[in-house]
């Protein structure tokens, strides 16, 4: 054969498999993850796609309408600061008991969502805890119990048909001097769903929020199946008691083991019932799993209160609901769609009735 003959199919072989290299290579899905601190959580973004400029550019766009949403929410900004007047939170509780306030549209959503599972829960579930939070001192650096006197008066303050809202003018109006907004039970899984839809409109199809551990995933995993999610321990650091699946939806847990402070053996966490002025009484751990992560955001905290057999009962009445929580007498309860979905490790140290 002469030499010729030969070099033109090599070449022409060497660019075919180039080429399909290149396009292999560039067509490849990757993976783009970015951390951020916003909301007093590590808030962890991490999405899927072929071209990594677009995946970048999503995350910052999602990234820039949680910061946003948490901005609009945050009541917690010193008074005169840039801060404080971005914030309708802070701005609604400035003109408590004197005018109603003009909000952003999101800041309306979240506070109609607010009002009405206030009613559903018939106050188990409230935003204007503000002045029981304060009370208590959980979002300071000195948790402690407060005098009885104390809760009593600022039991006054709190209850959601006192937070008037007007659909038209859009204004947000809290009825009694001294009352308190405190939306940290829903704003950050309403930012999570804002930054979730977002990333759709950039046109991402797989995606994990994990924001302090309320957890939202869009799509399935880069094998195609469902996402694995681990519920945390309540009372063992770093370990997991159930590990359930999840698609296009979210978790949300609301726990006794975040934020707490112990006297005399008895402890005392940062979910409140506000119709008691006490940390709520029946629950270790919580966890809401609903499409929605504004609504699953809110469900946790509310069936946190809830004594344990009421949340579950409630769960099952409410659609595209499932709940699974783990009661202070360590037993494990769950709506029923979601028994062969969920997997508890056969040595689990807590009663697991329904596994039979
Ligand atoms: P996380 O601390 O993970 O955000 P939750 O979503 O359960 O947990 O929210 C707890 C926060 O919600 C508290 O720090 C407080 O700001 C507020 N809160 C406490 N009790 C209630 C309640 N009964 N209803 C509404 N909000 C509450
Ligand atoms: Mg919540």
Redesign the pocket.
């Known amino acids: 054969m002469r030499r010729g003959n030969i070099v033109l199919p090599v070449v022409l072989f060497l660019s075919l498999t180039l080429i399909a290299a290149y396009v292999f290579y560039s067509n490849r899905t990757r993976e783009y993850s970015s951390d951020r601190f916003l909301m007093d959580t590590l808030i962890s973004i991490k999405v899927y796609g072929s071209d990594s400029e677009a995946l970048k550019e999503a995350v910052a766009s999602a990234y820039s309408e949680m910061h946003r949403i948490a901005s609009l929410t945050d009541a917690f900004p010193k008074i005169g600061t840039p801060e404080y007047r971005e914030s309708d939170a802070c701005r609604i509780n400035q003109q408590a008991g004197v005018a109603p306030v003009v909000v952003d549209k999101d800041t309306f959503k979240i506070l109609k969502m607010a009002k009405h599972y206030s009613e559903l829960s018939e106050g188990?579930?409230?935003?204007t805890?503000g002045p029981l939070?304060d009370l208590w001192g959980?979002g300071g650096k000195n948790p402690h119990i407060p005098s009885p006197e104390s809760i009593k008066s600022a039991l006054s303050l709190v209850n959601s048909r006192d937070l008037i809202l007007n659909e038209q003018e859009r204004t947000a109006f809290l009825a009694k001097r001294g009352m308190k907004l405190?939306l940290?039970?829903i704003a950050?899984g309403y930012a999570t769903e804002k930054a979730i839809q977002s990333l759709k409109a950039s046109g991402i199809s797989k995606a994990l929020i994990d924001a302090?551990?309320?957890i939202r995933v869009l799509g399935r995993n880069l094998h195609g199946t469902q996402w694995r999610i681990g519920i945390k321990d309540p009372r063992k650091q770093n370990a997991v008691v159930a590990i359930l699946q999840l698609e296009d939806s979210s978790a949300?847990t609301?726990g006794d083991y975040?934020?707490f402070f112990e006297v005399d053996g008895k402890r005392y966490h940062?979910?409140?019932?506000?119709r008691s002025g006490y940390p709520?009484g029946e629950n270790m751990t919580v966890t809401t799993l609903t499409a929605d992560a504004a609504l699953a955001?809110v469900l946790?905290?509310l069936f946190?209160?809830l004594p344990p057999e009421k949340a579950v009962q409630m769960a099952e009445n409410l659609d595209g609901v499932d709940l699974f929580l783990i009661t202070d007498k360590r037993r494990i309860m769950h709506t029923q769609s979601l028994k062969g979905k969920i997997d508890v490790p056969s040595e689990t140290s807590y009663r697991y009735d329904q596994r039979r």
Do not use: C, E, L, Q
Request: aromatic share 14%; glycine share 10%; no cysteine.
């Open positions: 188990a579930f409230d935003v805890v939070m959980f405190d940290g039970a950050k302090g551990g309320n949300v609301s975040y934020r940062h979910i409140i019932d506000p709520a955001d946790s905290t946190f209160v």
